[in-house]
């Protein structure tokens, strides 16, 4: 793996820091001084930081069914925290990969890797996330062509990407988006004249939710490699 991803994968540095620490040649590969975060190292390579030898260690990731009423930070604020749901080790190096709101439901992914969340949840990633909306009034029939269009949402220059709307009832509809810009479901519904009632969140890319509401899990090798 690069030597930045590991010098984040044995420490608690970010990946900024990591790199900063690498440029600033307080790394050493088999006594050797790296100055490339690019640089290939192995597990047993012995990897030193200001002399101090690194062992790499496993990254965790997890899907969990997020239930209403509870938030995506890793503290409890007006309602509790989800990690309150996952039962591991030192959750307080844990975060959300996409955050959901405190009445939203459904997926959410957790990880300490910030290279993969990075993944995830940047723009240019384009990683689909389908949400199951409940709606207060009929969806309108000109909604999908919009919604594929593109939106303004208030207070923003760029249109939403497009995105692709599913009628499963006149109230109830599946979207899939590829971006994740603040409320944006809830915004979108908005500008369009219509308001989001409930919002569960069914899959992010290829990794669908299988777990009851509380549960957790960790991901296969294979869904955590669908985001390279
Ligand atoms: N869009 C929203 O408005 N809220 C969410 O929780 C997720 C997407």
Redesign the pocket.
Known sequence: MRLDKFVCKSTALTRNEATRAINAGELSVNGSVILDAATQVHENNSVRLNGLMLKARDFRYILLHKPAATICSNVDEVYPSVFNHIDVENPSELHVA???????TGLVLVTDDGRWSFDIIRPTRRCE?V?RVGLTYPIAEDVALRFKQGIQLQGETQLTLPASLEVISPREVLLT?TE?????????FAAVGNR?LS?H?ERIGQISLDVAVGQWRYLSADEIGSFE
């Open positions: 996409g955050r959901l709101d405190a009445d939203t996330k949400y988006i994740g810009r603040f409320h944006q479901v809830k915004r979108m989001v919002l969140r």
